[in-house]
């Protein structure tokens, strides 16, 4: 070949199509739910463990005081944490959900518990801020205590999306009409964000523009993404066919 044409000279992949994937029928929800556990197991796991072993106090997540033991047991633990969700994700890829309806069924349940969360933990805190003001909100959350907030809203959040992902998947199931759908949607939010609102000892009626607001967030967000986790599954299992 004339070293002159050498910049004339295509390159291409030598195979017409992309290789073959050994992956067969995944559930990207599994995946995630995985992934999420994993990394909580052991990021957790690491700081109070570390805590235990060292003999440390437990962080005031209010107003922490840090030292470089405490850094050093946070910094590693988002790392293990992560590593390990890594490794649930990718070891959940390997196992197969062959039924389709038991893939959407973990698909639905995993994206309205992870938006769930997301959106309860929103939609609640602008309610209290409204309700009781910024700093008093804040104190409130303090009272109760900070750590115990978080578990108390992130159990409540987990409740009303999977509530609301176990009414999604039976309604797409028995076809029941929109209407009674976000009824009781709505009947389940109202009660939790009654009950949020009640356990904080907080007065006045914005909990009601919390509730009813929660599932029509909720459902535009969990539906785009079901859709995306349902097409990722086809294009993984045409790929391995």
């Not at 309604?171 to 356990?199: D, G, Q």
């Amino acid at each position: 070949m004339n070293t002159n044409d050498w910049g004339n000279k295509t390159i291409r992949p030598k195979q017409d199509r992309p290789p073959k994937v050994n992956i067969r029928y995944p559930c990207p929800g599994l995946c995630r739910f995985s992934g999420m556990i994993s990394f909580l197991v052991v990021g957790l796991g690491v700081y109070y463990g570390g805590i235990s072993v060292l003999g440390l106090a437990p962080l005031d997540w209010a107003a922490p005081v840090w030292t470089g033991k405490h850094l050093g047991l946070v910094v590693a633990g988002l790392i293990l944490g992560a590593l390990a969700g890594l490794l649930g994700f990718a070891f959940s890829m390997t196992i197969e959900v062959r039924s389709e309806r038991l893939n959407d069924l973990i698909i639905v349940l995993w994206q309205f518990l992870a938006n769930g969360m997301l959106v309860w933990i929103l939609t609640i805190g602008i309610a209290m801020s409204v309700s009781l003001g910024r700093e008093e909100a804040k104190a409130a959350v303090l009272h109760f205590g900070a750590e115990q907030a978080v578990i108390h809203v992130l159990v409540i959040g987990s409740i009303v999306g999977l509530v609301q992902g176990i009414a999604f998947f039976i309604a797409s199931i028995i076809r029941l009409p929109f209407v009674a759908y976000i009824i009781f949607c709505e009947t389940v939010s109202l009660i939790a964000a009654r009950i949020h609102y009640f356990k904080y000892g907080i007065e006045g009626k914005f909990w009601i523009v919390a509730g009813l607001i929660v599932p029509v967030l909720l459902m535009i967000l969990a539906r785009g993404m079901i859709e995306r986790d349902r097409r990722q599954r086809r294009l993984i299992t045409e790929q391995s066919l």
